[in-house]
């Protein structure tokens, strides 16, 4: 099929907001985002965690928890994978337009299954006084971030509907792909012609990479690495005489 045009022969015409918030505000907020979490594990290791709020009150954690991680889970790789694998290494089996589709439906189900999540979340977060008054500011902050994200996110969903060719999906893609081999103005020009509704979607999605650092998001880089090999636990009972 025809990919969609980089826009290139129009770069004249890009305006210093769309060049700075598609071309340049993505290395800052990536270079923010390693500092920041270099200088967090440096200084402040304890802090790396969630801060989970489930001893405070556990009425409907598991299913909030459980419903808004599988969701985010499917989202992220979805994005990880649909935007930096390139056109070629799939165009022999699958066309744009019918990868576009499985997006569609494949991320919209785990968007719901993850909006539901996320609402669950936010109303013990906002309305259980325990909750609430042991929160700070950025973990009430981050989750009506998210909470925003995602339905841009969704709400993209009926916009991809109206065309289904794949061409813009090719557009979007090749904006991360760009950004990641260092072609910032090119990058910029690809998002020229997109919707409104993608832009906002990309921008603060760049916004959360900026901040997680500064959040409880930080945990989304942790595993348990060591997990397997670490030393038994011995744990002695006390007996009373």
Not at 20 to 45: E, K, N
Not at 139 to 159: A, E, H, P, R
Not at 197 to 216: E, K, N
Request: net charge positive; with cysteine.
């Amino acid at each position: 099929m025809e990919i969609a045009s980089t826009g290139f022969e129009s770069l004249a015409n890009l305006s210093w907001l769309q060049i700075f918030l598609f071309g340049v505000y993505p290395y800052i907020a990536l270079a923010i985002a390693i500092v920041g979490t270099w200088v967090r594990f440096d200084l402040s290791q304890y802090s790396w965690k969630t801060g989970s709020s489930q001893m405070l009150r556990s009425k409907n954690m598991r299913w909030a928890s459980n419903l808004f991680h599988v969701g985010i889970i499917i989202v992220l790789l979805g994005h990880l994978f649909g935007m930096l694998t390139p056109h070629f290494l799939y165009e022999s089996f699958i066309s744009a337009g019918r990868k576009q589709v499985v997006a569609v439906v494949v991320g919209g189900i785990a968007g719901v299954f993850c909006w539901i999540g996320l609402a669950m979340l936010l109303w013990r977060r906002f309305t259980d006084d325990r909750i609430s008054n042991t929160s700070n500011f950025s973990d009430k902050l981050v989750l009506v971030l998210l909470f925003v994200q995602l339905n841009l996110g969704l709400i993209s969903i009926f916009t991809s509907m109206q065309h289904l060719d794949g061409l813009t999906m090719m557009n979007l893609a090749g904006w991360a792909q760009d950004i990641t081999i260092l072609r910032p103005v090119q990058a910029a020009a690809r998002i020229e012609q997109a919707d409104l509704i993608y832009q906002l979607h990309m921008a603060l999605g760049i916004t959360l990479i900026m901040i997680f650092p500064f959040t409880r998001l930080i945990h989304i880089i942790s595993a348990p690495v060591w997990y397997f090999g670490r030393r038994y636990q011995i744990v002695r009972q006390k007996r009373s005489q």
